[in-house]
């Protein structure tokens, strides 16, 4: 028998590209081109740093045995987790998945096991950070034939809301559902804005305007309060775009949270976010796959989606404020795919993640590059309050 040539991943770059982002290109000694997205929000320049470390080991290797390379790359290195890791493992993995789609000749959905939809469900972000903009972000997206939205429930907010801001986040939810009427849905992000004693007075306050869900009401480190969250919300509670691995999923997941929003960037890519969907189906939990990054990131998610039976929605983020300048669609040789009809996205039948790239548009824009950071918000009496 013939021995198969294997083939070997011969190069790997990375691209820090506007608006925020960073992409990575893996090559192989065939000439197979894999692109994943390596990224954490506003500090990008250290996961590209984490991605140049780890492409030490995957030089030369098999680019096929993705499997391998995750265990190798998220604990070969004795520390292990955290959003930089794991969000560069994230990249390298979509990257792999992409080359063996290619190699293949198959969707990464395929070799997932084949799809289990013929369309996603997807949603758009309309802000909520200023209360003015709430109705005439809503009607845009009810324009573009959205089913659904999600918006912020608040600026920034006190520990223990006081009776007006609670009135506000009200109100903010109060106007979008008057826009949307009831033939769509609104899901709310509380961005771990909110205390838990904050949710357990908002949220029932919020279920009589029916939000399909309220992800995050408090930051990652306050997970150990969901269990009372959950209790005290007949809203269902979503959470999960920074968590990063199927580990920190148990306890929200024990505690009730009906959602898990891992991100395809940030949670150890498509390997991972197909454990962690698999670990939700367990208690019953969906999931809505965090995406408000580029293409690459995206196009992961879709193929997650299209391949996992307890998968709810898709976030992401065509012309979202946060892309002053560039969007999505410029870096894509054909925007088609992410064309959507009826606020759903279609299945992609092209090998791997079922974009192509724009090599070109991704390297005049490393050029410019970028160092995007989140705002720091201060309370009115100067202390730091949470983004
Ligand atoms: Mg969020």
Redesign the pocket.
Known sequence: MAERHLVKIDRIETFLIPPRWLFCRVETDEGLIGWGEPVVEGRAEVVRSAVDVLAEYLIGEDPLRIEQHWQVLTKGGFYRGGPVLSSAVAGLDQALWDIAGQAYGAPVHALLGGPVRDRVRIYSWIGGDEPGEVADAAAAQVAAGMTAIKMNASGRLTAIPTSAEVADVVRRVATAREVLGEDRDIAV?F?GRASAAAARRILPELAPLRPLFV??PVVPEQSHRLPDIVTASPVPIATG?RLFGRHEFLAPLQAGVAVV?PDLSHAGGISEVRRIATMAETFGAVLAP?CPLGPISLAASLQVAFATPNFLIQEQSIGIHYHEGSDLLDYLVDPEPFRFVDGHLRRPEAPGLGISIDEAAVRAAARAGHTWRNPVWRHDDGSFAEW
């Open positions: 992000d961005h992800e995050e775009e929003q965090h």
